[in-house]
């Protein structure tokens, strides 16, 4: 298998590094990683196959001979940076908001919308991580019953909020009163109705994201609303998702699609205590879903819960399984 030039944008954050870990796991054909960062990170090293490789600074001219570059720095750094690696002839995946929603670039999630990923024009953009997880469980119902309408709840964990959410969170669990506070609020046995910015109609930027990203990653015009909440938990998104279809749906028939589903594992046994933690499916990189049962208030209504590790199939996982079909050709 011929090898490829790899960089990562935003290395030594959360998801940069484990988009190193996911690439190495699942043996991308790497021929040399590069790691990119600002300059305060230059010279730090993360291992790749066993060996260290040093974090160099985020420039230009690094991108050249790259065909594949990742990137996890934010939205800002990606609509600088990630027009010059395309430029230099990578493909650019990004894991930010910039190009989302923009017309003439994928939002993919290989299970939903594979075929995406070959009409890119250098950039494919990564959904986000609560998106991810709930639409790789929507499609193959939608496929089956047409969806209707979607109530989503999310319980968030802190990992999403980066590595000073995390900080945050362990000093106020050791008792102590953290230096820096990523939350407006305490988050240690709280939770937080409140994930990135509030509009003028009262939705948070997190929940509008989950609205429109859901349309346009299904192709559909679902009616999605959406509340995201940030709980004290480390290494998992939950959520509660209420599911409306157009055609008559049983839970027997839910459950039996969803055990044939790429990228899914049932685990919906409650009288044995078996559902979807984030403790579960923490560092792993399928989406788990659960607790299936009838919702009795319309017609064609289904309940269940969903969790997924948000830094892997969330984000890291994703990015790298839409490198590994553009290596693949399919």
């Known amino acids: 298998m011929k090898l490829h030039d790899v960089a990562v944008v935003g290395a030594t954050g959360m998801v940069g590094r484990a988009m190193v870990r996911v690439l190495e796991e699942r043996r991308f054909p790497v021929n040399k990683l590069v790691l990119l960062a600002s300059e305060t990170s230059v010279g730090k090293e993360i291992s790749f196959q066993g060996k260290p490789v040093a974090v160099q600074k985020l420039e230009p001219e690094r991108f050249k001979g790259i065909e594949f570059a990742l990137f996890s720095a934010g939205a800002n750094v990606s609509k600088e940076f990630a027009p010059i690696a395309a430029k230099y002839g990578a493909v650019v995946i990004d894991n930010s908001s910039a190009f989302r929603m923009q017309d003439d670039i994928p939002l993919v999630v290989p299970e939903v919308n594979r075929k995406q990923i070959f009409r890119h024009k250098g950039i494919i953009a990564n959904p986000n991580c609560s998106t991810i997880q709930m639409v790789v469980v929507l499609k193959p119902l939608h496929d089956r019953f047409r969806i209707k309408r979607v109530v989503v709840s999310t319980y968030q964990s802190v990992t999403g909020a980066g590595k000073k959410a995390v900080t945050q969170l362990e000093e106020e669990l050791a008792g102590r009163t953290p230096k820096e506070m990523k939350f407006p609020h305490r988050i240690a046995f709280n939770c937080l109705p409140h994930i990135d910015v509030f509009f003028d109609d009262g939705y948070t930027k997190e929940e509008v994201k989950m609205m429109q990203?859901?349309?346009?990653?299904?192709?559909?015009?679902?009616?999605?609303?959406?509340?995201?909440?940030?709980?004290?938990?480390?290494?998992g998104h939950s959520e509660s998702v209420n599911i409306e279809f157009e055609k008559k749906v049983s839970v027997e028939e839910v459950r039996e699609i969803l055990q044939k589903a790429?990228?899914?594992?049932?685990?919906?046994?409650?009288?044995?205590?078996?559902?979807?933690?984030?403790?579960?499916?923490?560092?792993?990189?399928?989406?788990?879903?659960g607790r299936i049962r009838k919702d009795e208030t319309v017609s064609n209504g289904i309940n269940l819960w969903i969790v997924a590790d948000n830094i892997r199939k969330g984000a890291a996982?994703?990015?790298?399984?839409?490198?590994?079909?553009?290596?693949?050709?399919?």
């Open 213 to 235: 990203e859901t349309k346009k990653i299904m192709g559909e015009p679902i009616k999605v609303t959406a509340t995201t909440v940030r709980v004290p938990v480390i290494g």
């Open 262 to 289: 790429p990228g899914v594992v049932l685990q919906d046994d409650p009288k044995n205590n078996l559902y979807p933690m984030p403790i579960t499916a923490h560092e792993k990189d399928e989406v788990f879903v």
């Open 317 to 330: 996982t994703n990015a790298v399984q839409i490198a590994e079909a553009l290596v693949l050709g399919r």
